[in-house]
């Protein structure tokens, strides 16, 4: 990836955050936002990854009225962008923030169930004998 399309890729994303929040009216819009922008080499297309905050109903109904917005949005974006040609938008369900609170959730349930982690060098390989770990003989 260029400079260039890494430029333009963060600007799409402040701007198209921007029109979501302030110029699309649909109610199917719940509390969604823009995490990443990949832009093609040819800034024809842009890939626009969507993290949605709530169930998968809520997520779903999200995509769809983006999806559904993508021209009214392209037609906003027009005057903000200088360019010849507005990129055709791609929008994406981005689960990555859930699926980093599902991995802390699964961690922190493991360090619960184990209770306090012992010190090291107690009861590790030196006590059953090994030679080249620390204490042994």
């Known amino acids: 990836m260029s400079r260039r399309t890494r430029q ?3 600007f799409l994303r402040e701007e198209l955050s921007d029109i979501i929040r302030r110029e699309v009216k649909d109610p199917r819009v719940g509390f969604a936002s823009l995490t990443e922008v990949d832009v093609s080499d040819d800034l024809r297309t842009a890939r626009v990854y969507v993290s949605v905050l709530g169930n998968d109903e809520e997520r779903d109904a999200t995509m769809a009225a983006l999806r559904s917005a993508n ?3 392209r037609h906003h974006l ?3 962008l200088r360019m010849r040609q507005i990129p055709e938008l791609e929008f994406r369900d981005d689960r990555s923030m859930a699926h980093a609170a599902e991995i802390a959730q699964a961690i922190q349930d ?3 169930h184990q209770g306090p982690e012992r010190p ?3 009861g590790g390989a030196a006590a059953a ?3 080249g770990a620390e204490g042994g003989s």
Request: no cysteine; proline share 17%.
């Open 78 to 80: 027009r005057p903000r």
């Open 120 to 122: 090291p060098g107690r």
């Open 129 to 131: 004998g090994d030679p």
């Open 71 to 73: 021209g009214f949005i």
């Open 110 to 112: 493991l360090r619960n």
């Open 8 to 10: 333009v890729g963060e």
